[in-house]
T-cell receptor, first 115, second 111 residues
Framework: QQQVKQSPQSLIVQKGGISIINCAYENTAFDYFPWYQQFPGKGPALLIAIRPDVSEKKEGRFTISFNKSAKQFSLHIMDSQPGDSATYFCAASPVLRFGNEKLTFGTGTRLTIIP | NAGVTQTPKFQVLKTGQSMTLQCAQDMNHEYMSWYRQDPGMGLRLIHYSVGAGITDQGEVPNGYNVSRSTTEDFPLRLLSAAPSQTSVYFC??????????FGQGTRLTVV
């Protein structure tokens, strides 16, 4: 049972455009929603994260939009650059209470920015 | 500051062989975990540990063993390698739920 569904699987965006990746979750106990960025041959690295008490978080060109009622969240990359070409993973986790809460990842989106 | 170090980076095994993937972190994180990454499947949790001496199964634990004798090290053992275990393996550590730090990965091929 996939608890975090991510789309699209791949995305091609022109330089300067807006890249949008969507995720949906099922578990209402999820309380922390990070996005990870992975370059070829490297491990994933935290890009930006949000908690459900806010509907939007922005860091530079990267914005997370969160819709608690719809159980959906998305990553927007403004003014997309070739250096943004990578695989992006959304993830979700329950609030840390017992120390064993697990991060559940989406299936990933391969983003390619073309000149 | 090394972060999370995985060895080896690449490995080819024959079916039935055993091996250990090493993972070490120098951030004094209590929580460590192993994931496998396969095309179209994302990152799937194999095993995790919330501290020395404490381990538990994740989503896809079959065929793998772990132990946690120290805070720093969390090795993953393949008991009898199978072609289905061909994958890229990532070790991660975190102190709280707010950020997981990943190693560079081990690309394993079982022939």
């Amino acid at each position: 049972q996939q608890q975090v569904k991510q789309s699209p699987q791949s995305l091609i965006v022109q330089k300067g455009g807006i890249s949008i990746i969507n995720c949906a979750y099922e578990n209402t106990a999820f309380d922390y929603f990070p996005w990870y960025q992975q370059f070829p041959g490297k491990g994933p690295a935290l890009l930006i994260a949000i908690r459900p008490d806010v509907s939007e978080k922005k860091e530079g060109r990267f914005t997370i939009s969160f819709n608690k009622s719809a159980k959906q969240f998305s990553l927007h990359i403004m003014d997309s650059q070739p250096g943004d070409s990578a695989t992006y993973f959304c993830a979700a986790s329950p609030v840390l209470r017992f120390g064993n809460e697990k991060l559940t990842f989406g299936t990933g989106t391969r983003l390619t920015i073309i000149p | 500051n090394a972060g999370v170090t995985q060895t080896p980076k690449f490995q080819v095994l024959k079916t039935g062989q055993s091996m250990t993937l090493q993972c070490a972190q120098d951030m004094n994180h209590e929580y460590m975990s192993w994931y496998r990454q396969d095309p179209g499947m994302g990152l799937r949790l194999i095993h995790y540990s919330v501290g020395a001496g404490i381990t538990d199964q994740g989503e896809v634990p079959n065929g793998y063993n772990v132990s946690r004798s120290t805070t720093e090290d969390f090795p993953l053992r393949l008991l009898s390698a199978a072609p289905s275990q061909t994958s890229v393996y990532f070790c991660a550590s975190r102190r709280t739920v707010t950020e997981a730090f990943f190693g560079q990965g081990t690309r394993l091929t079982v022939v």
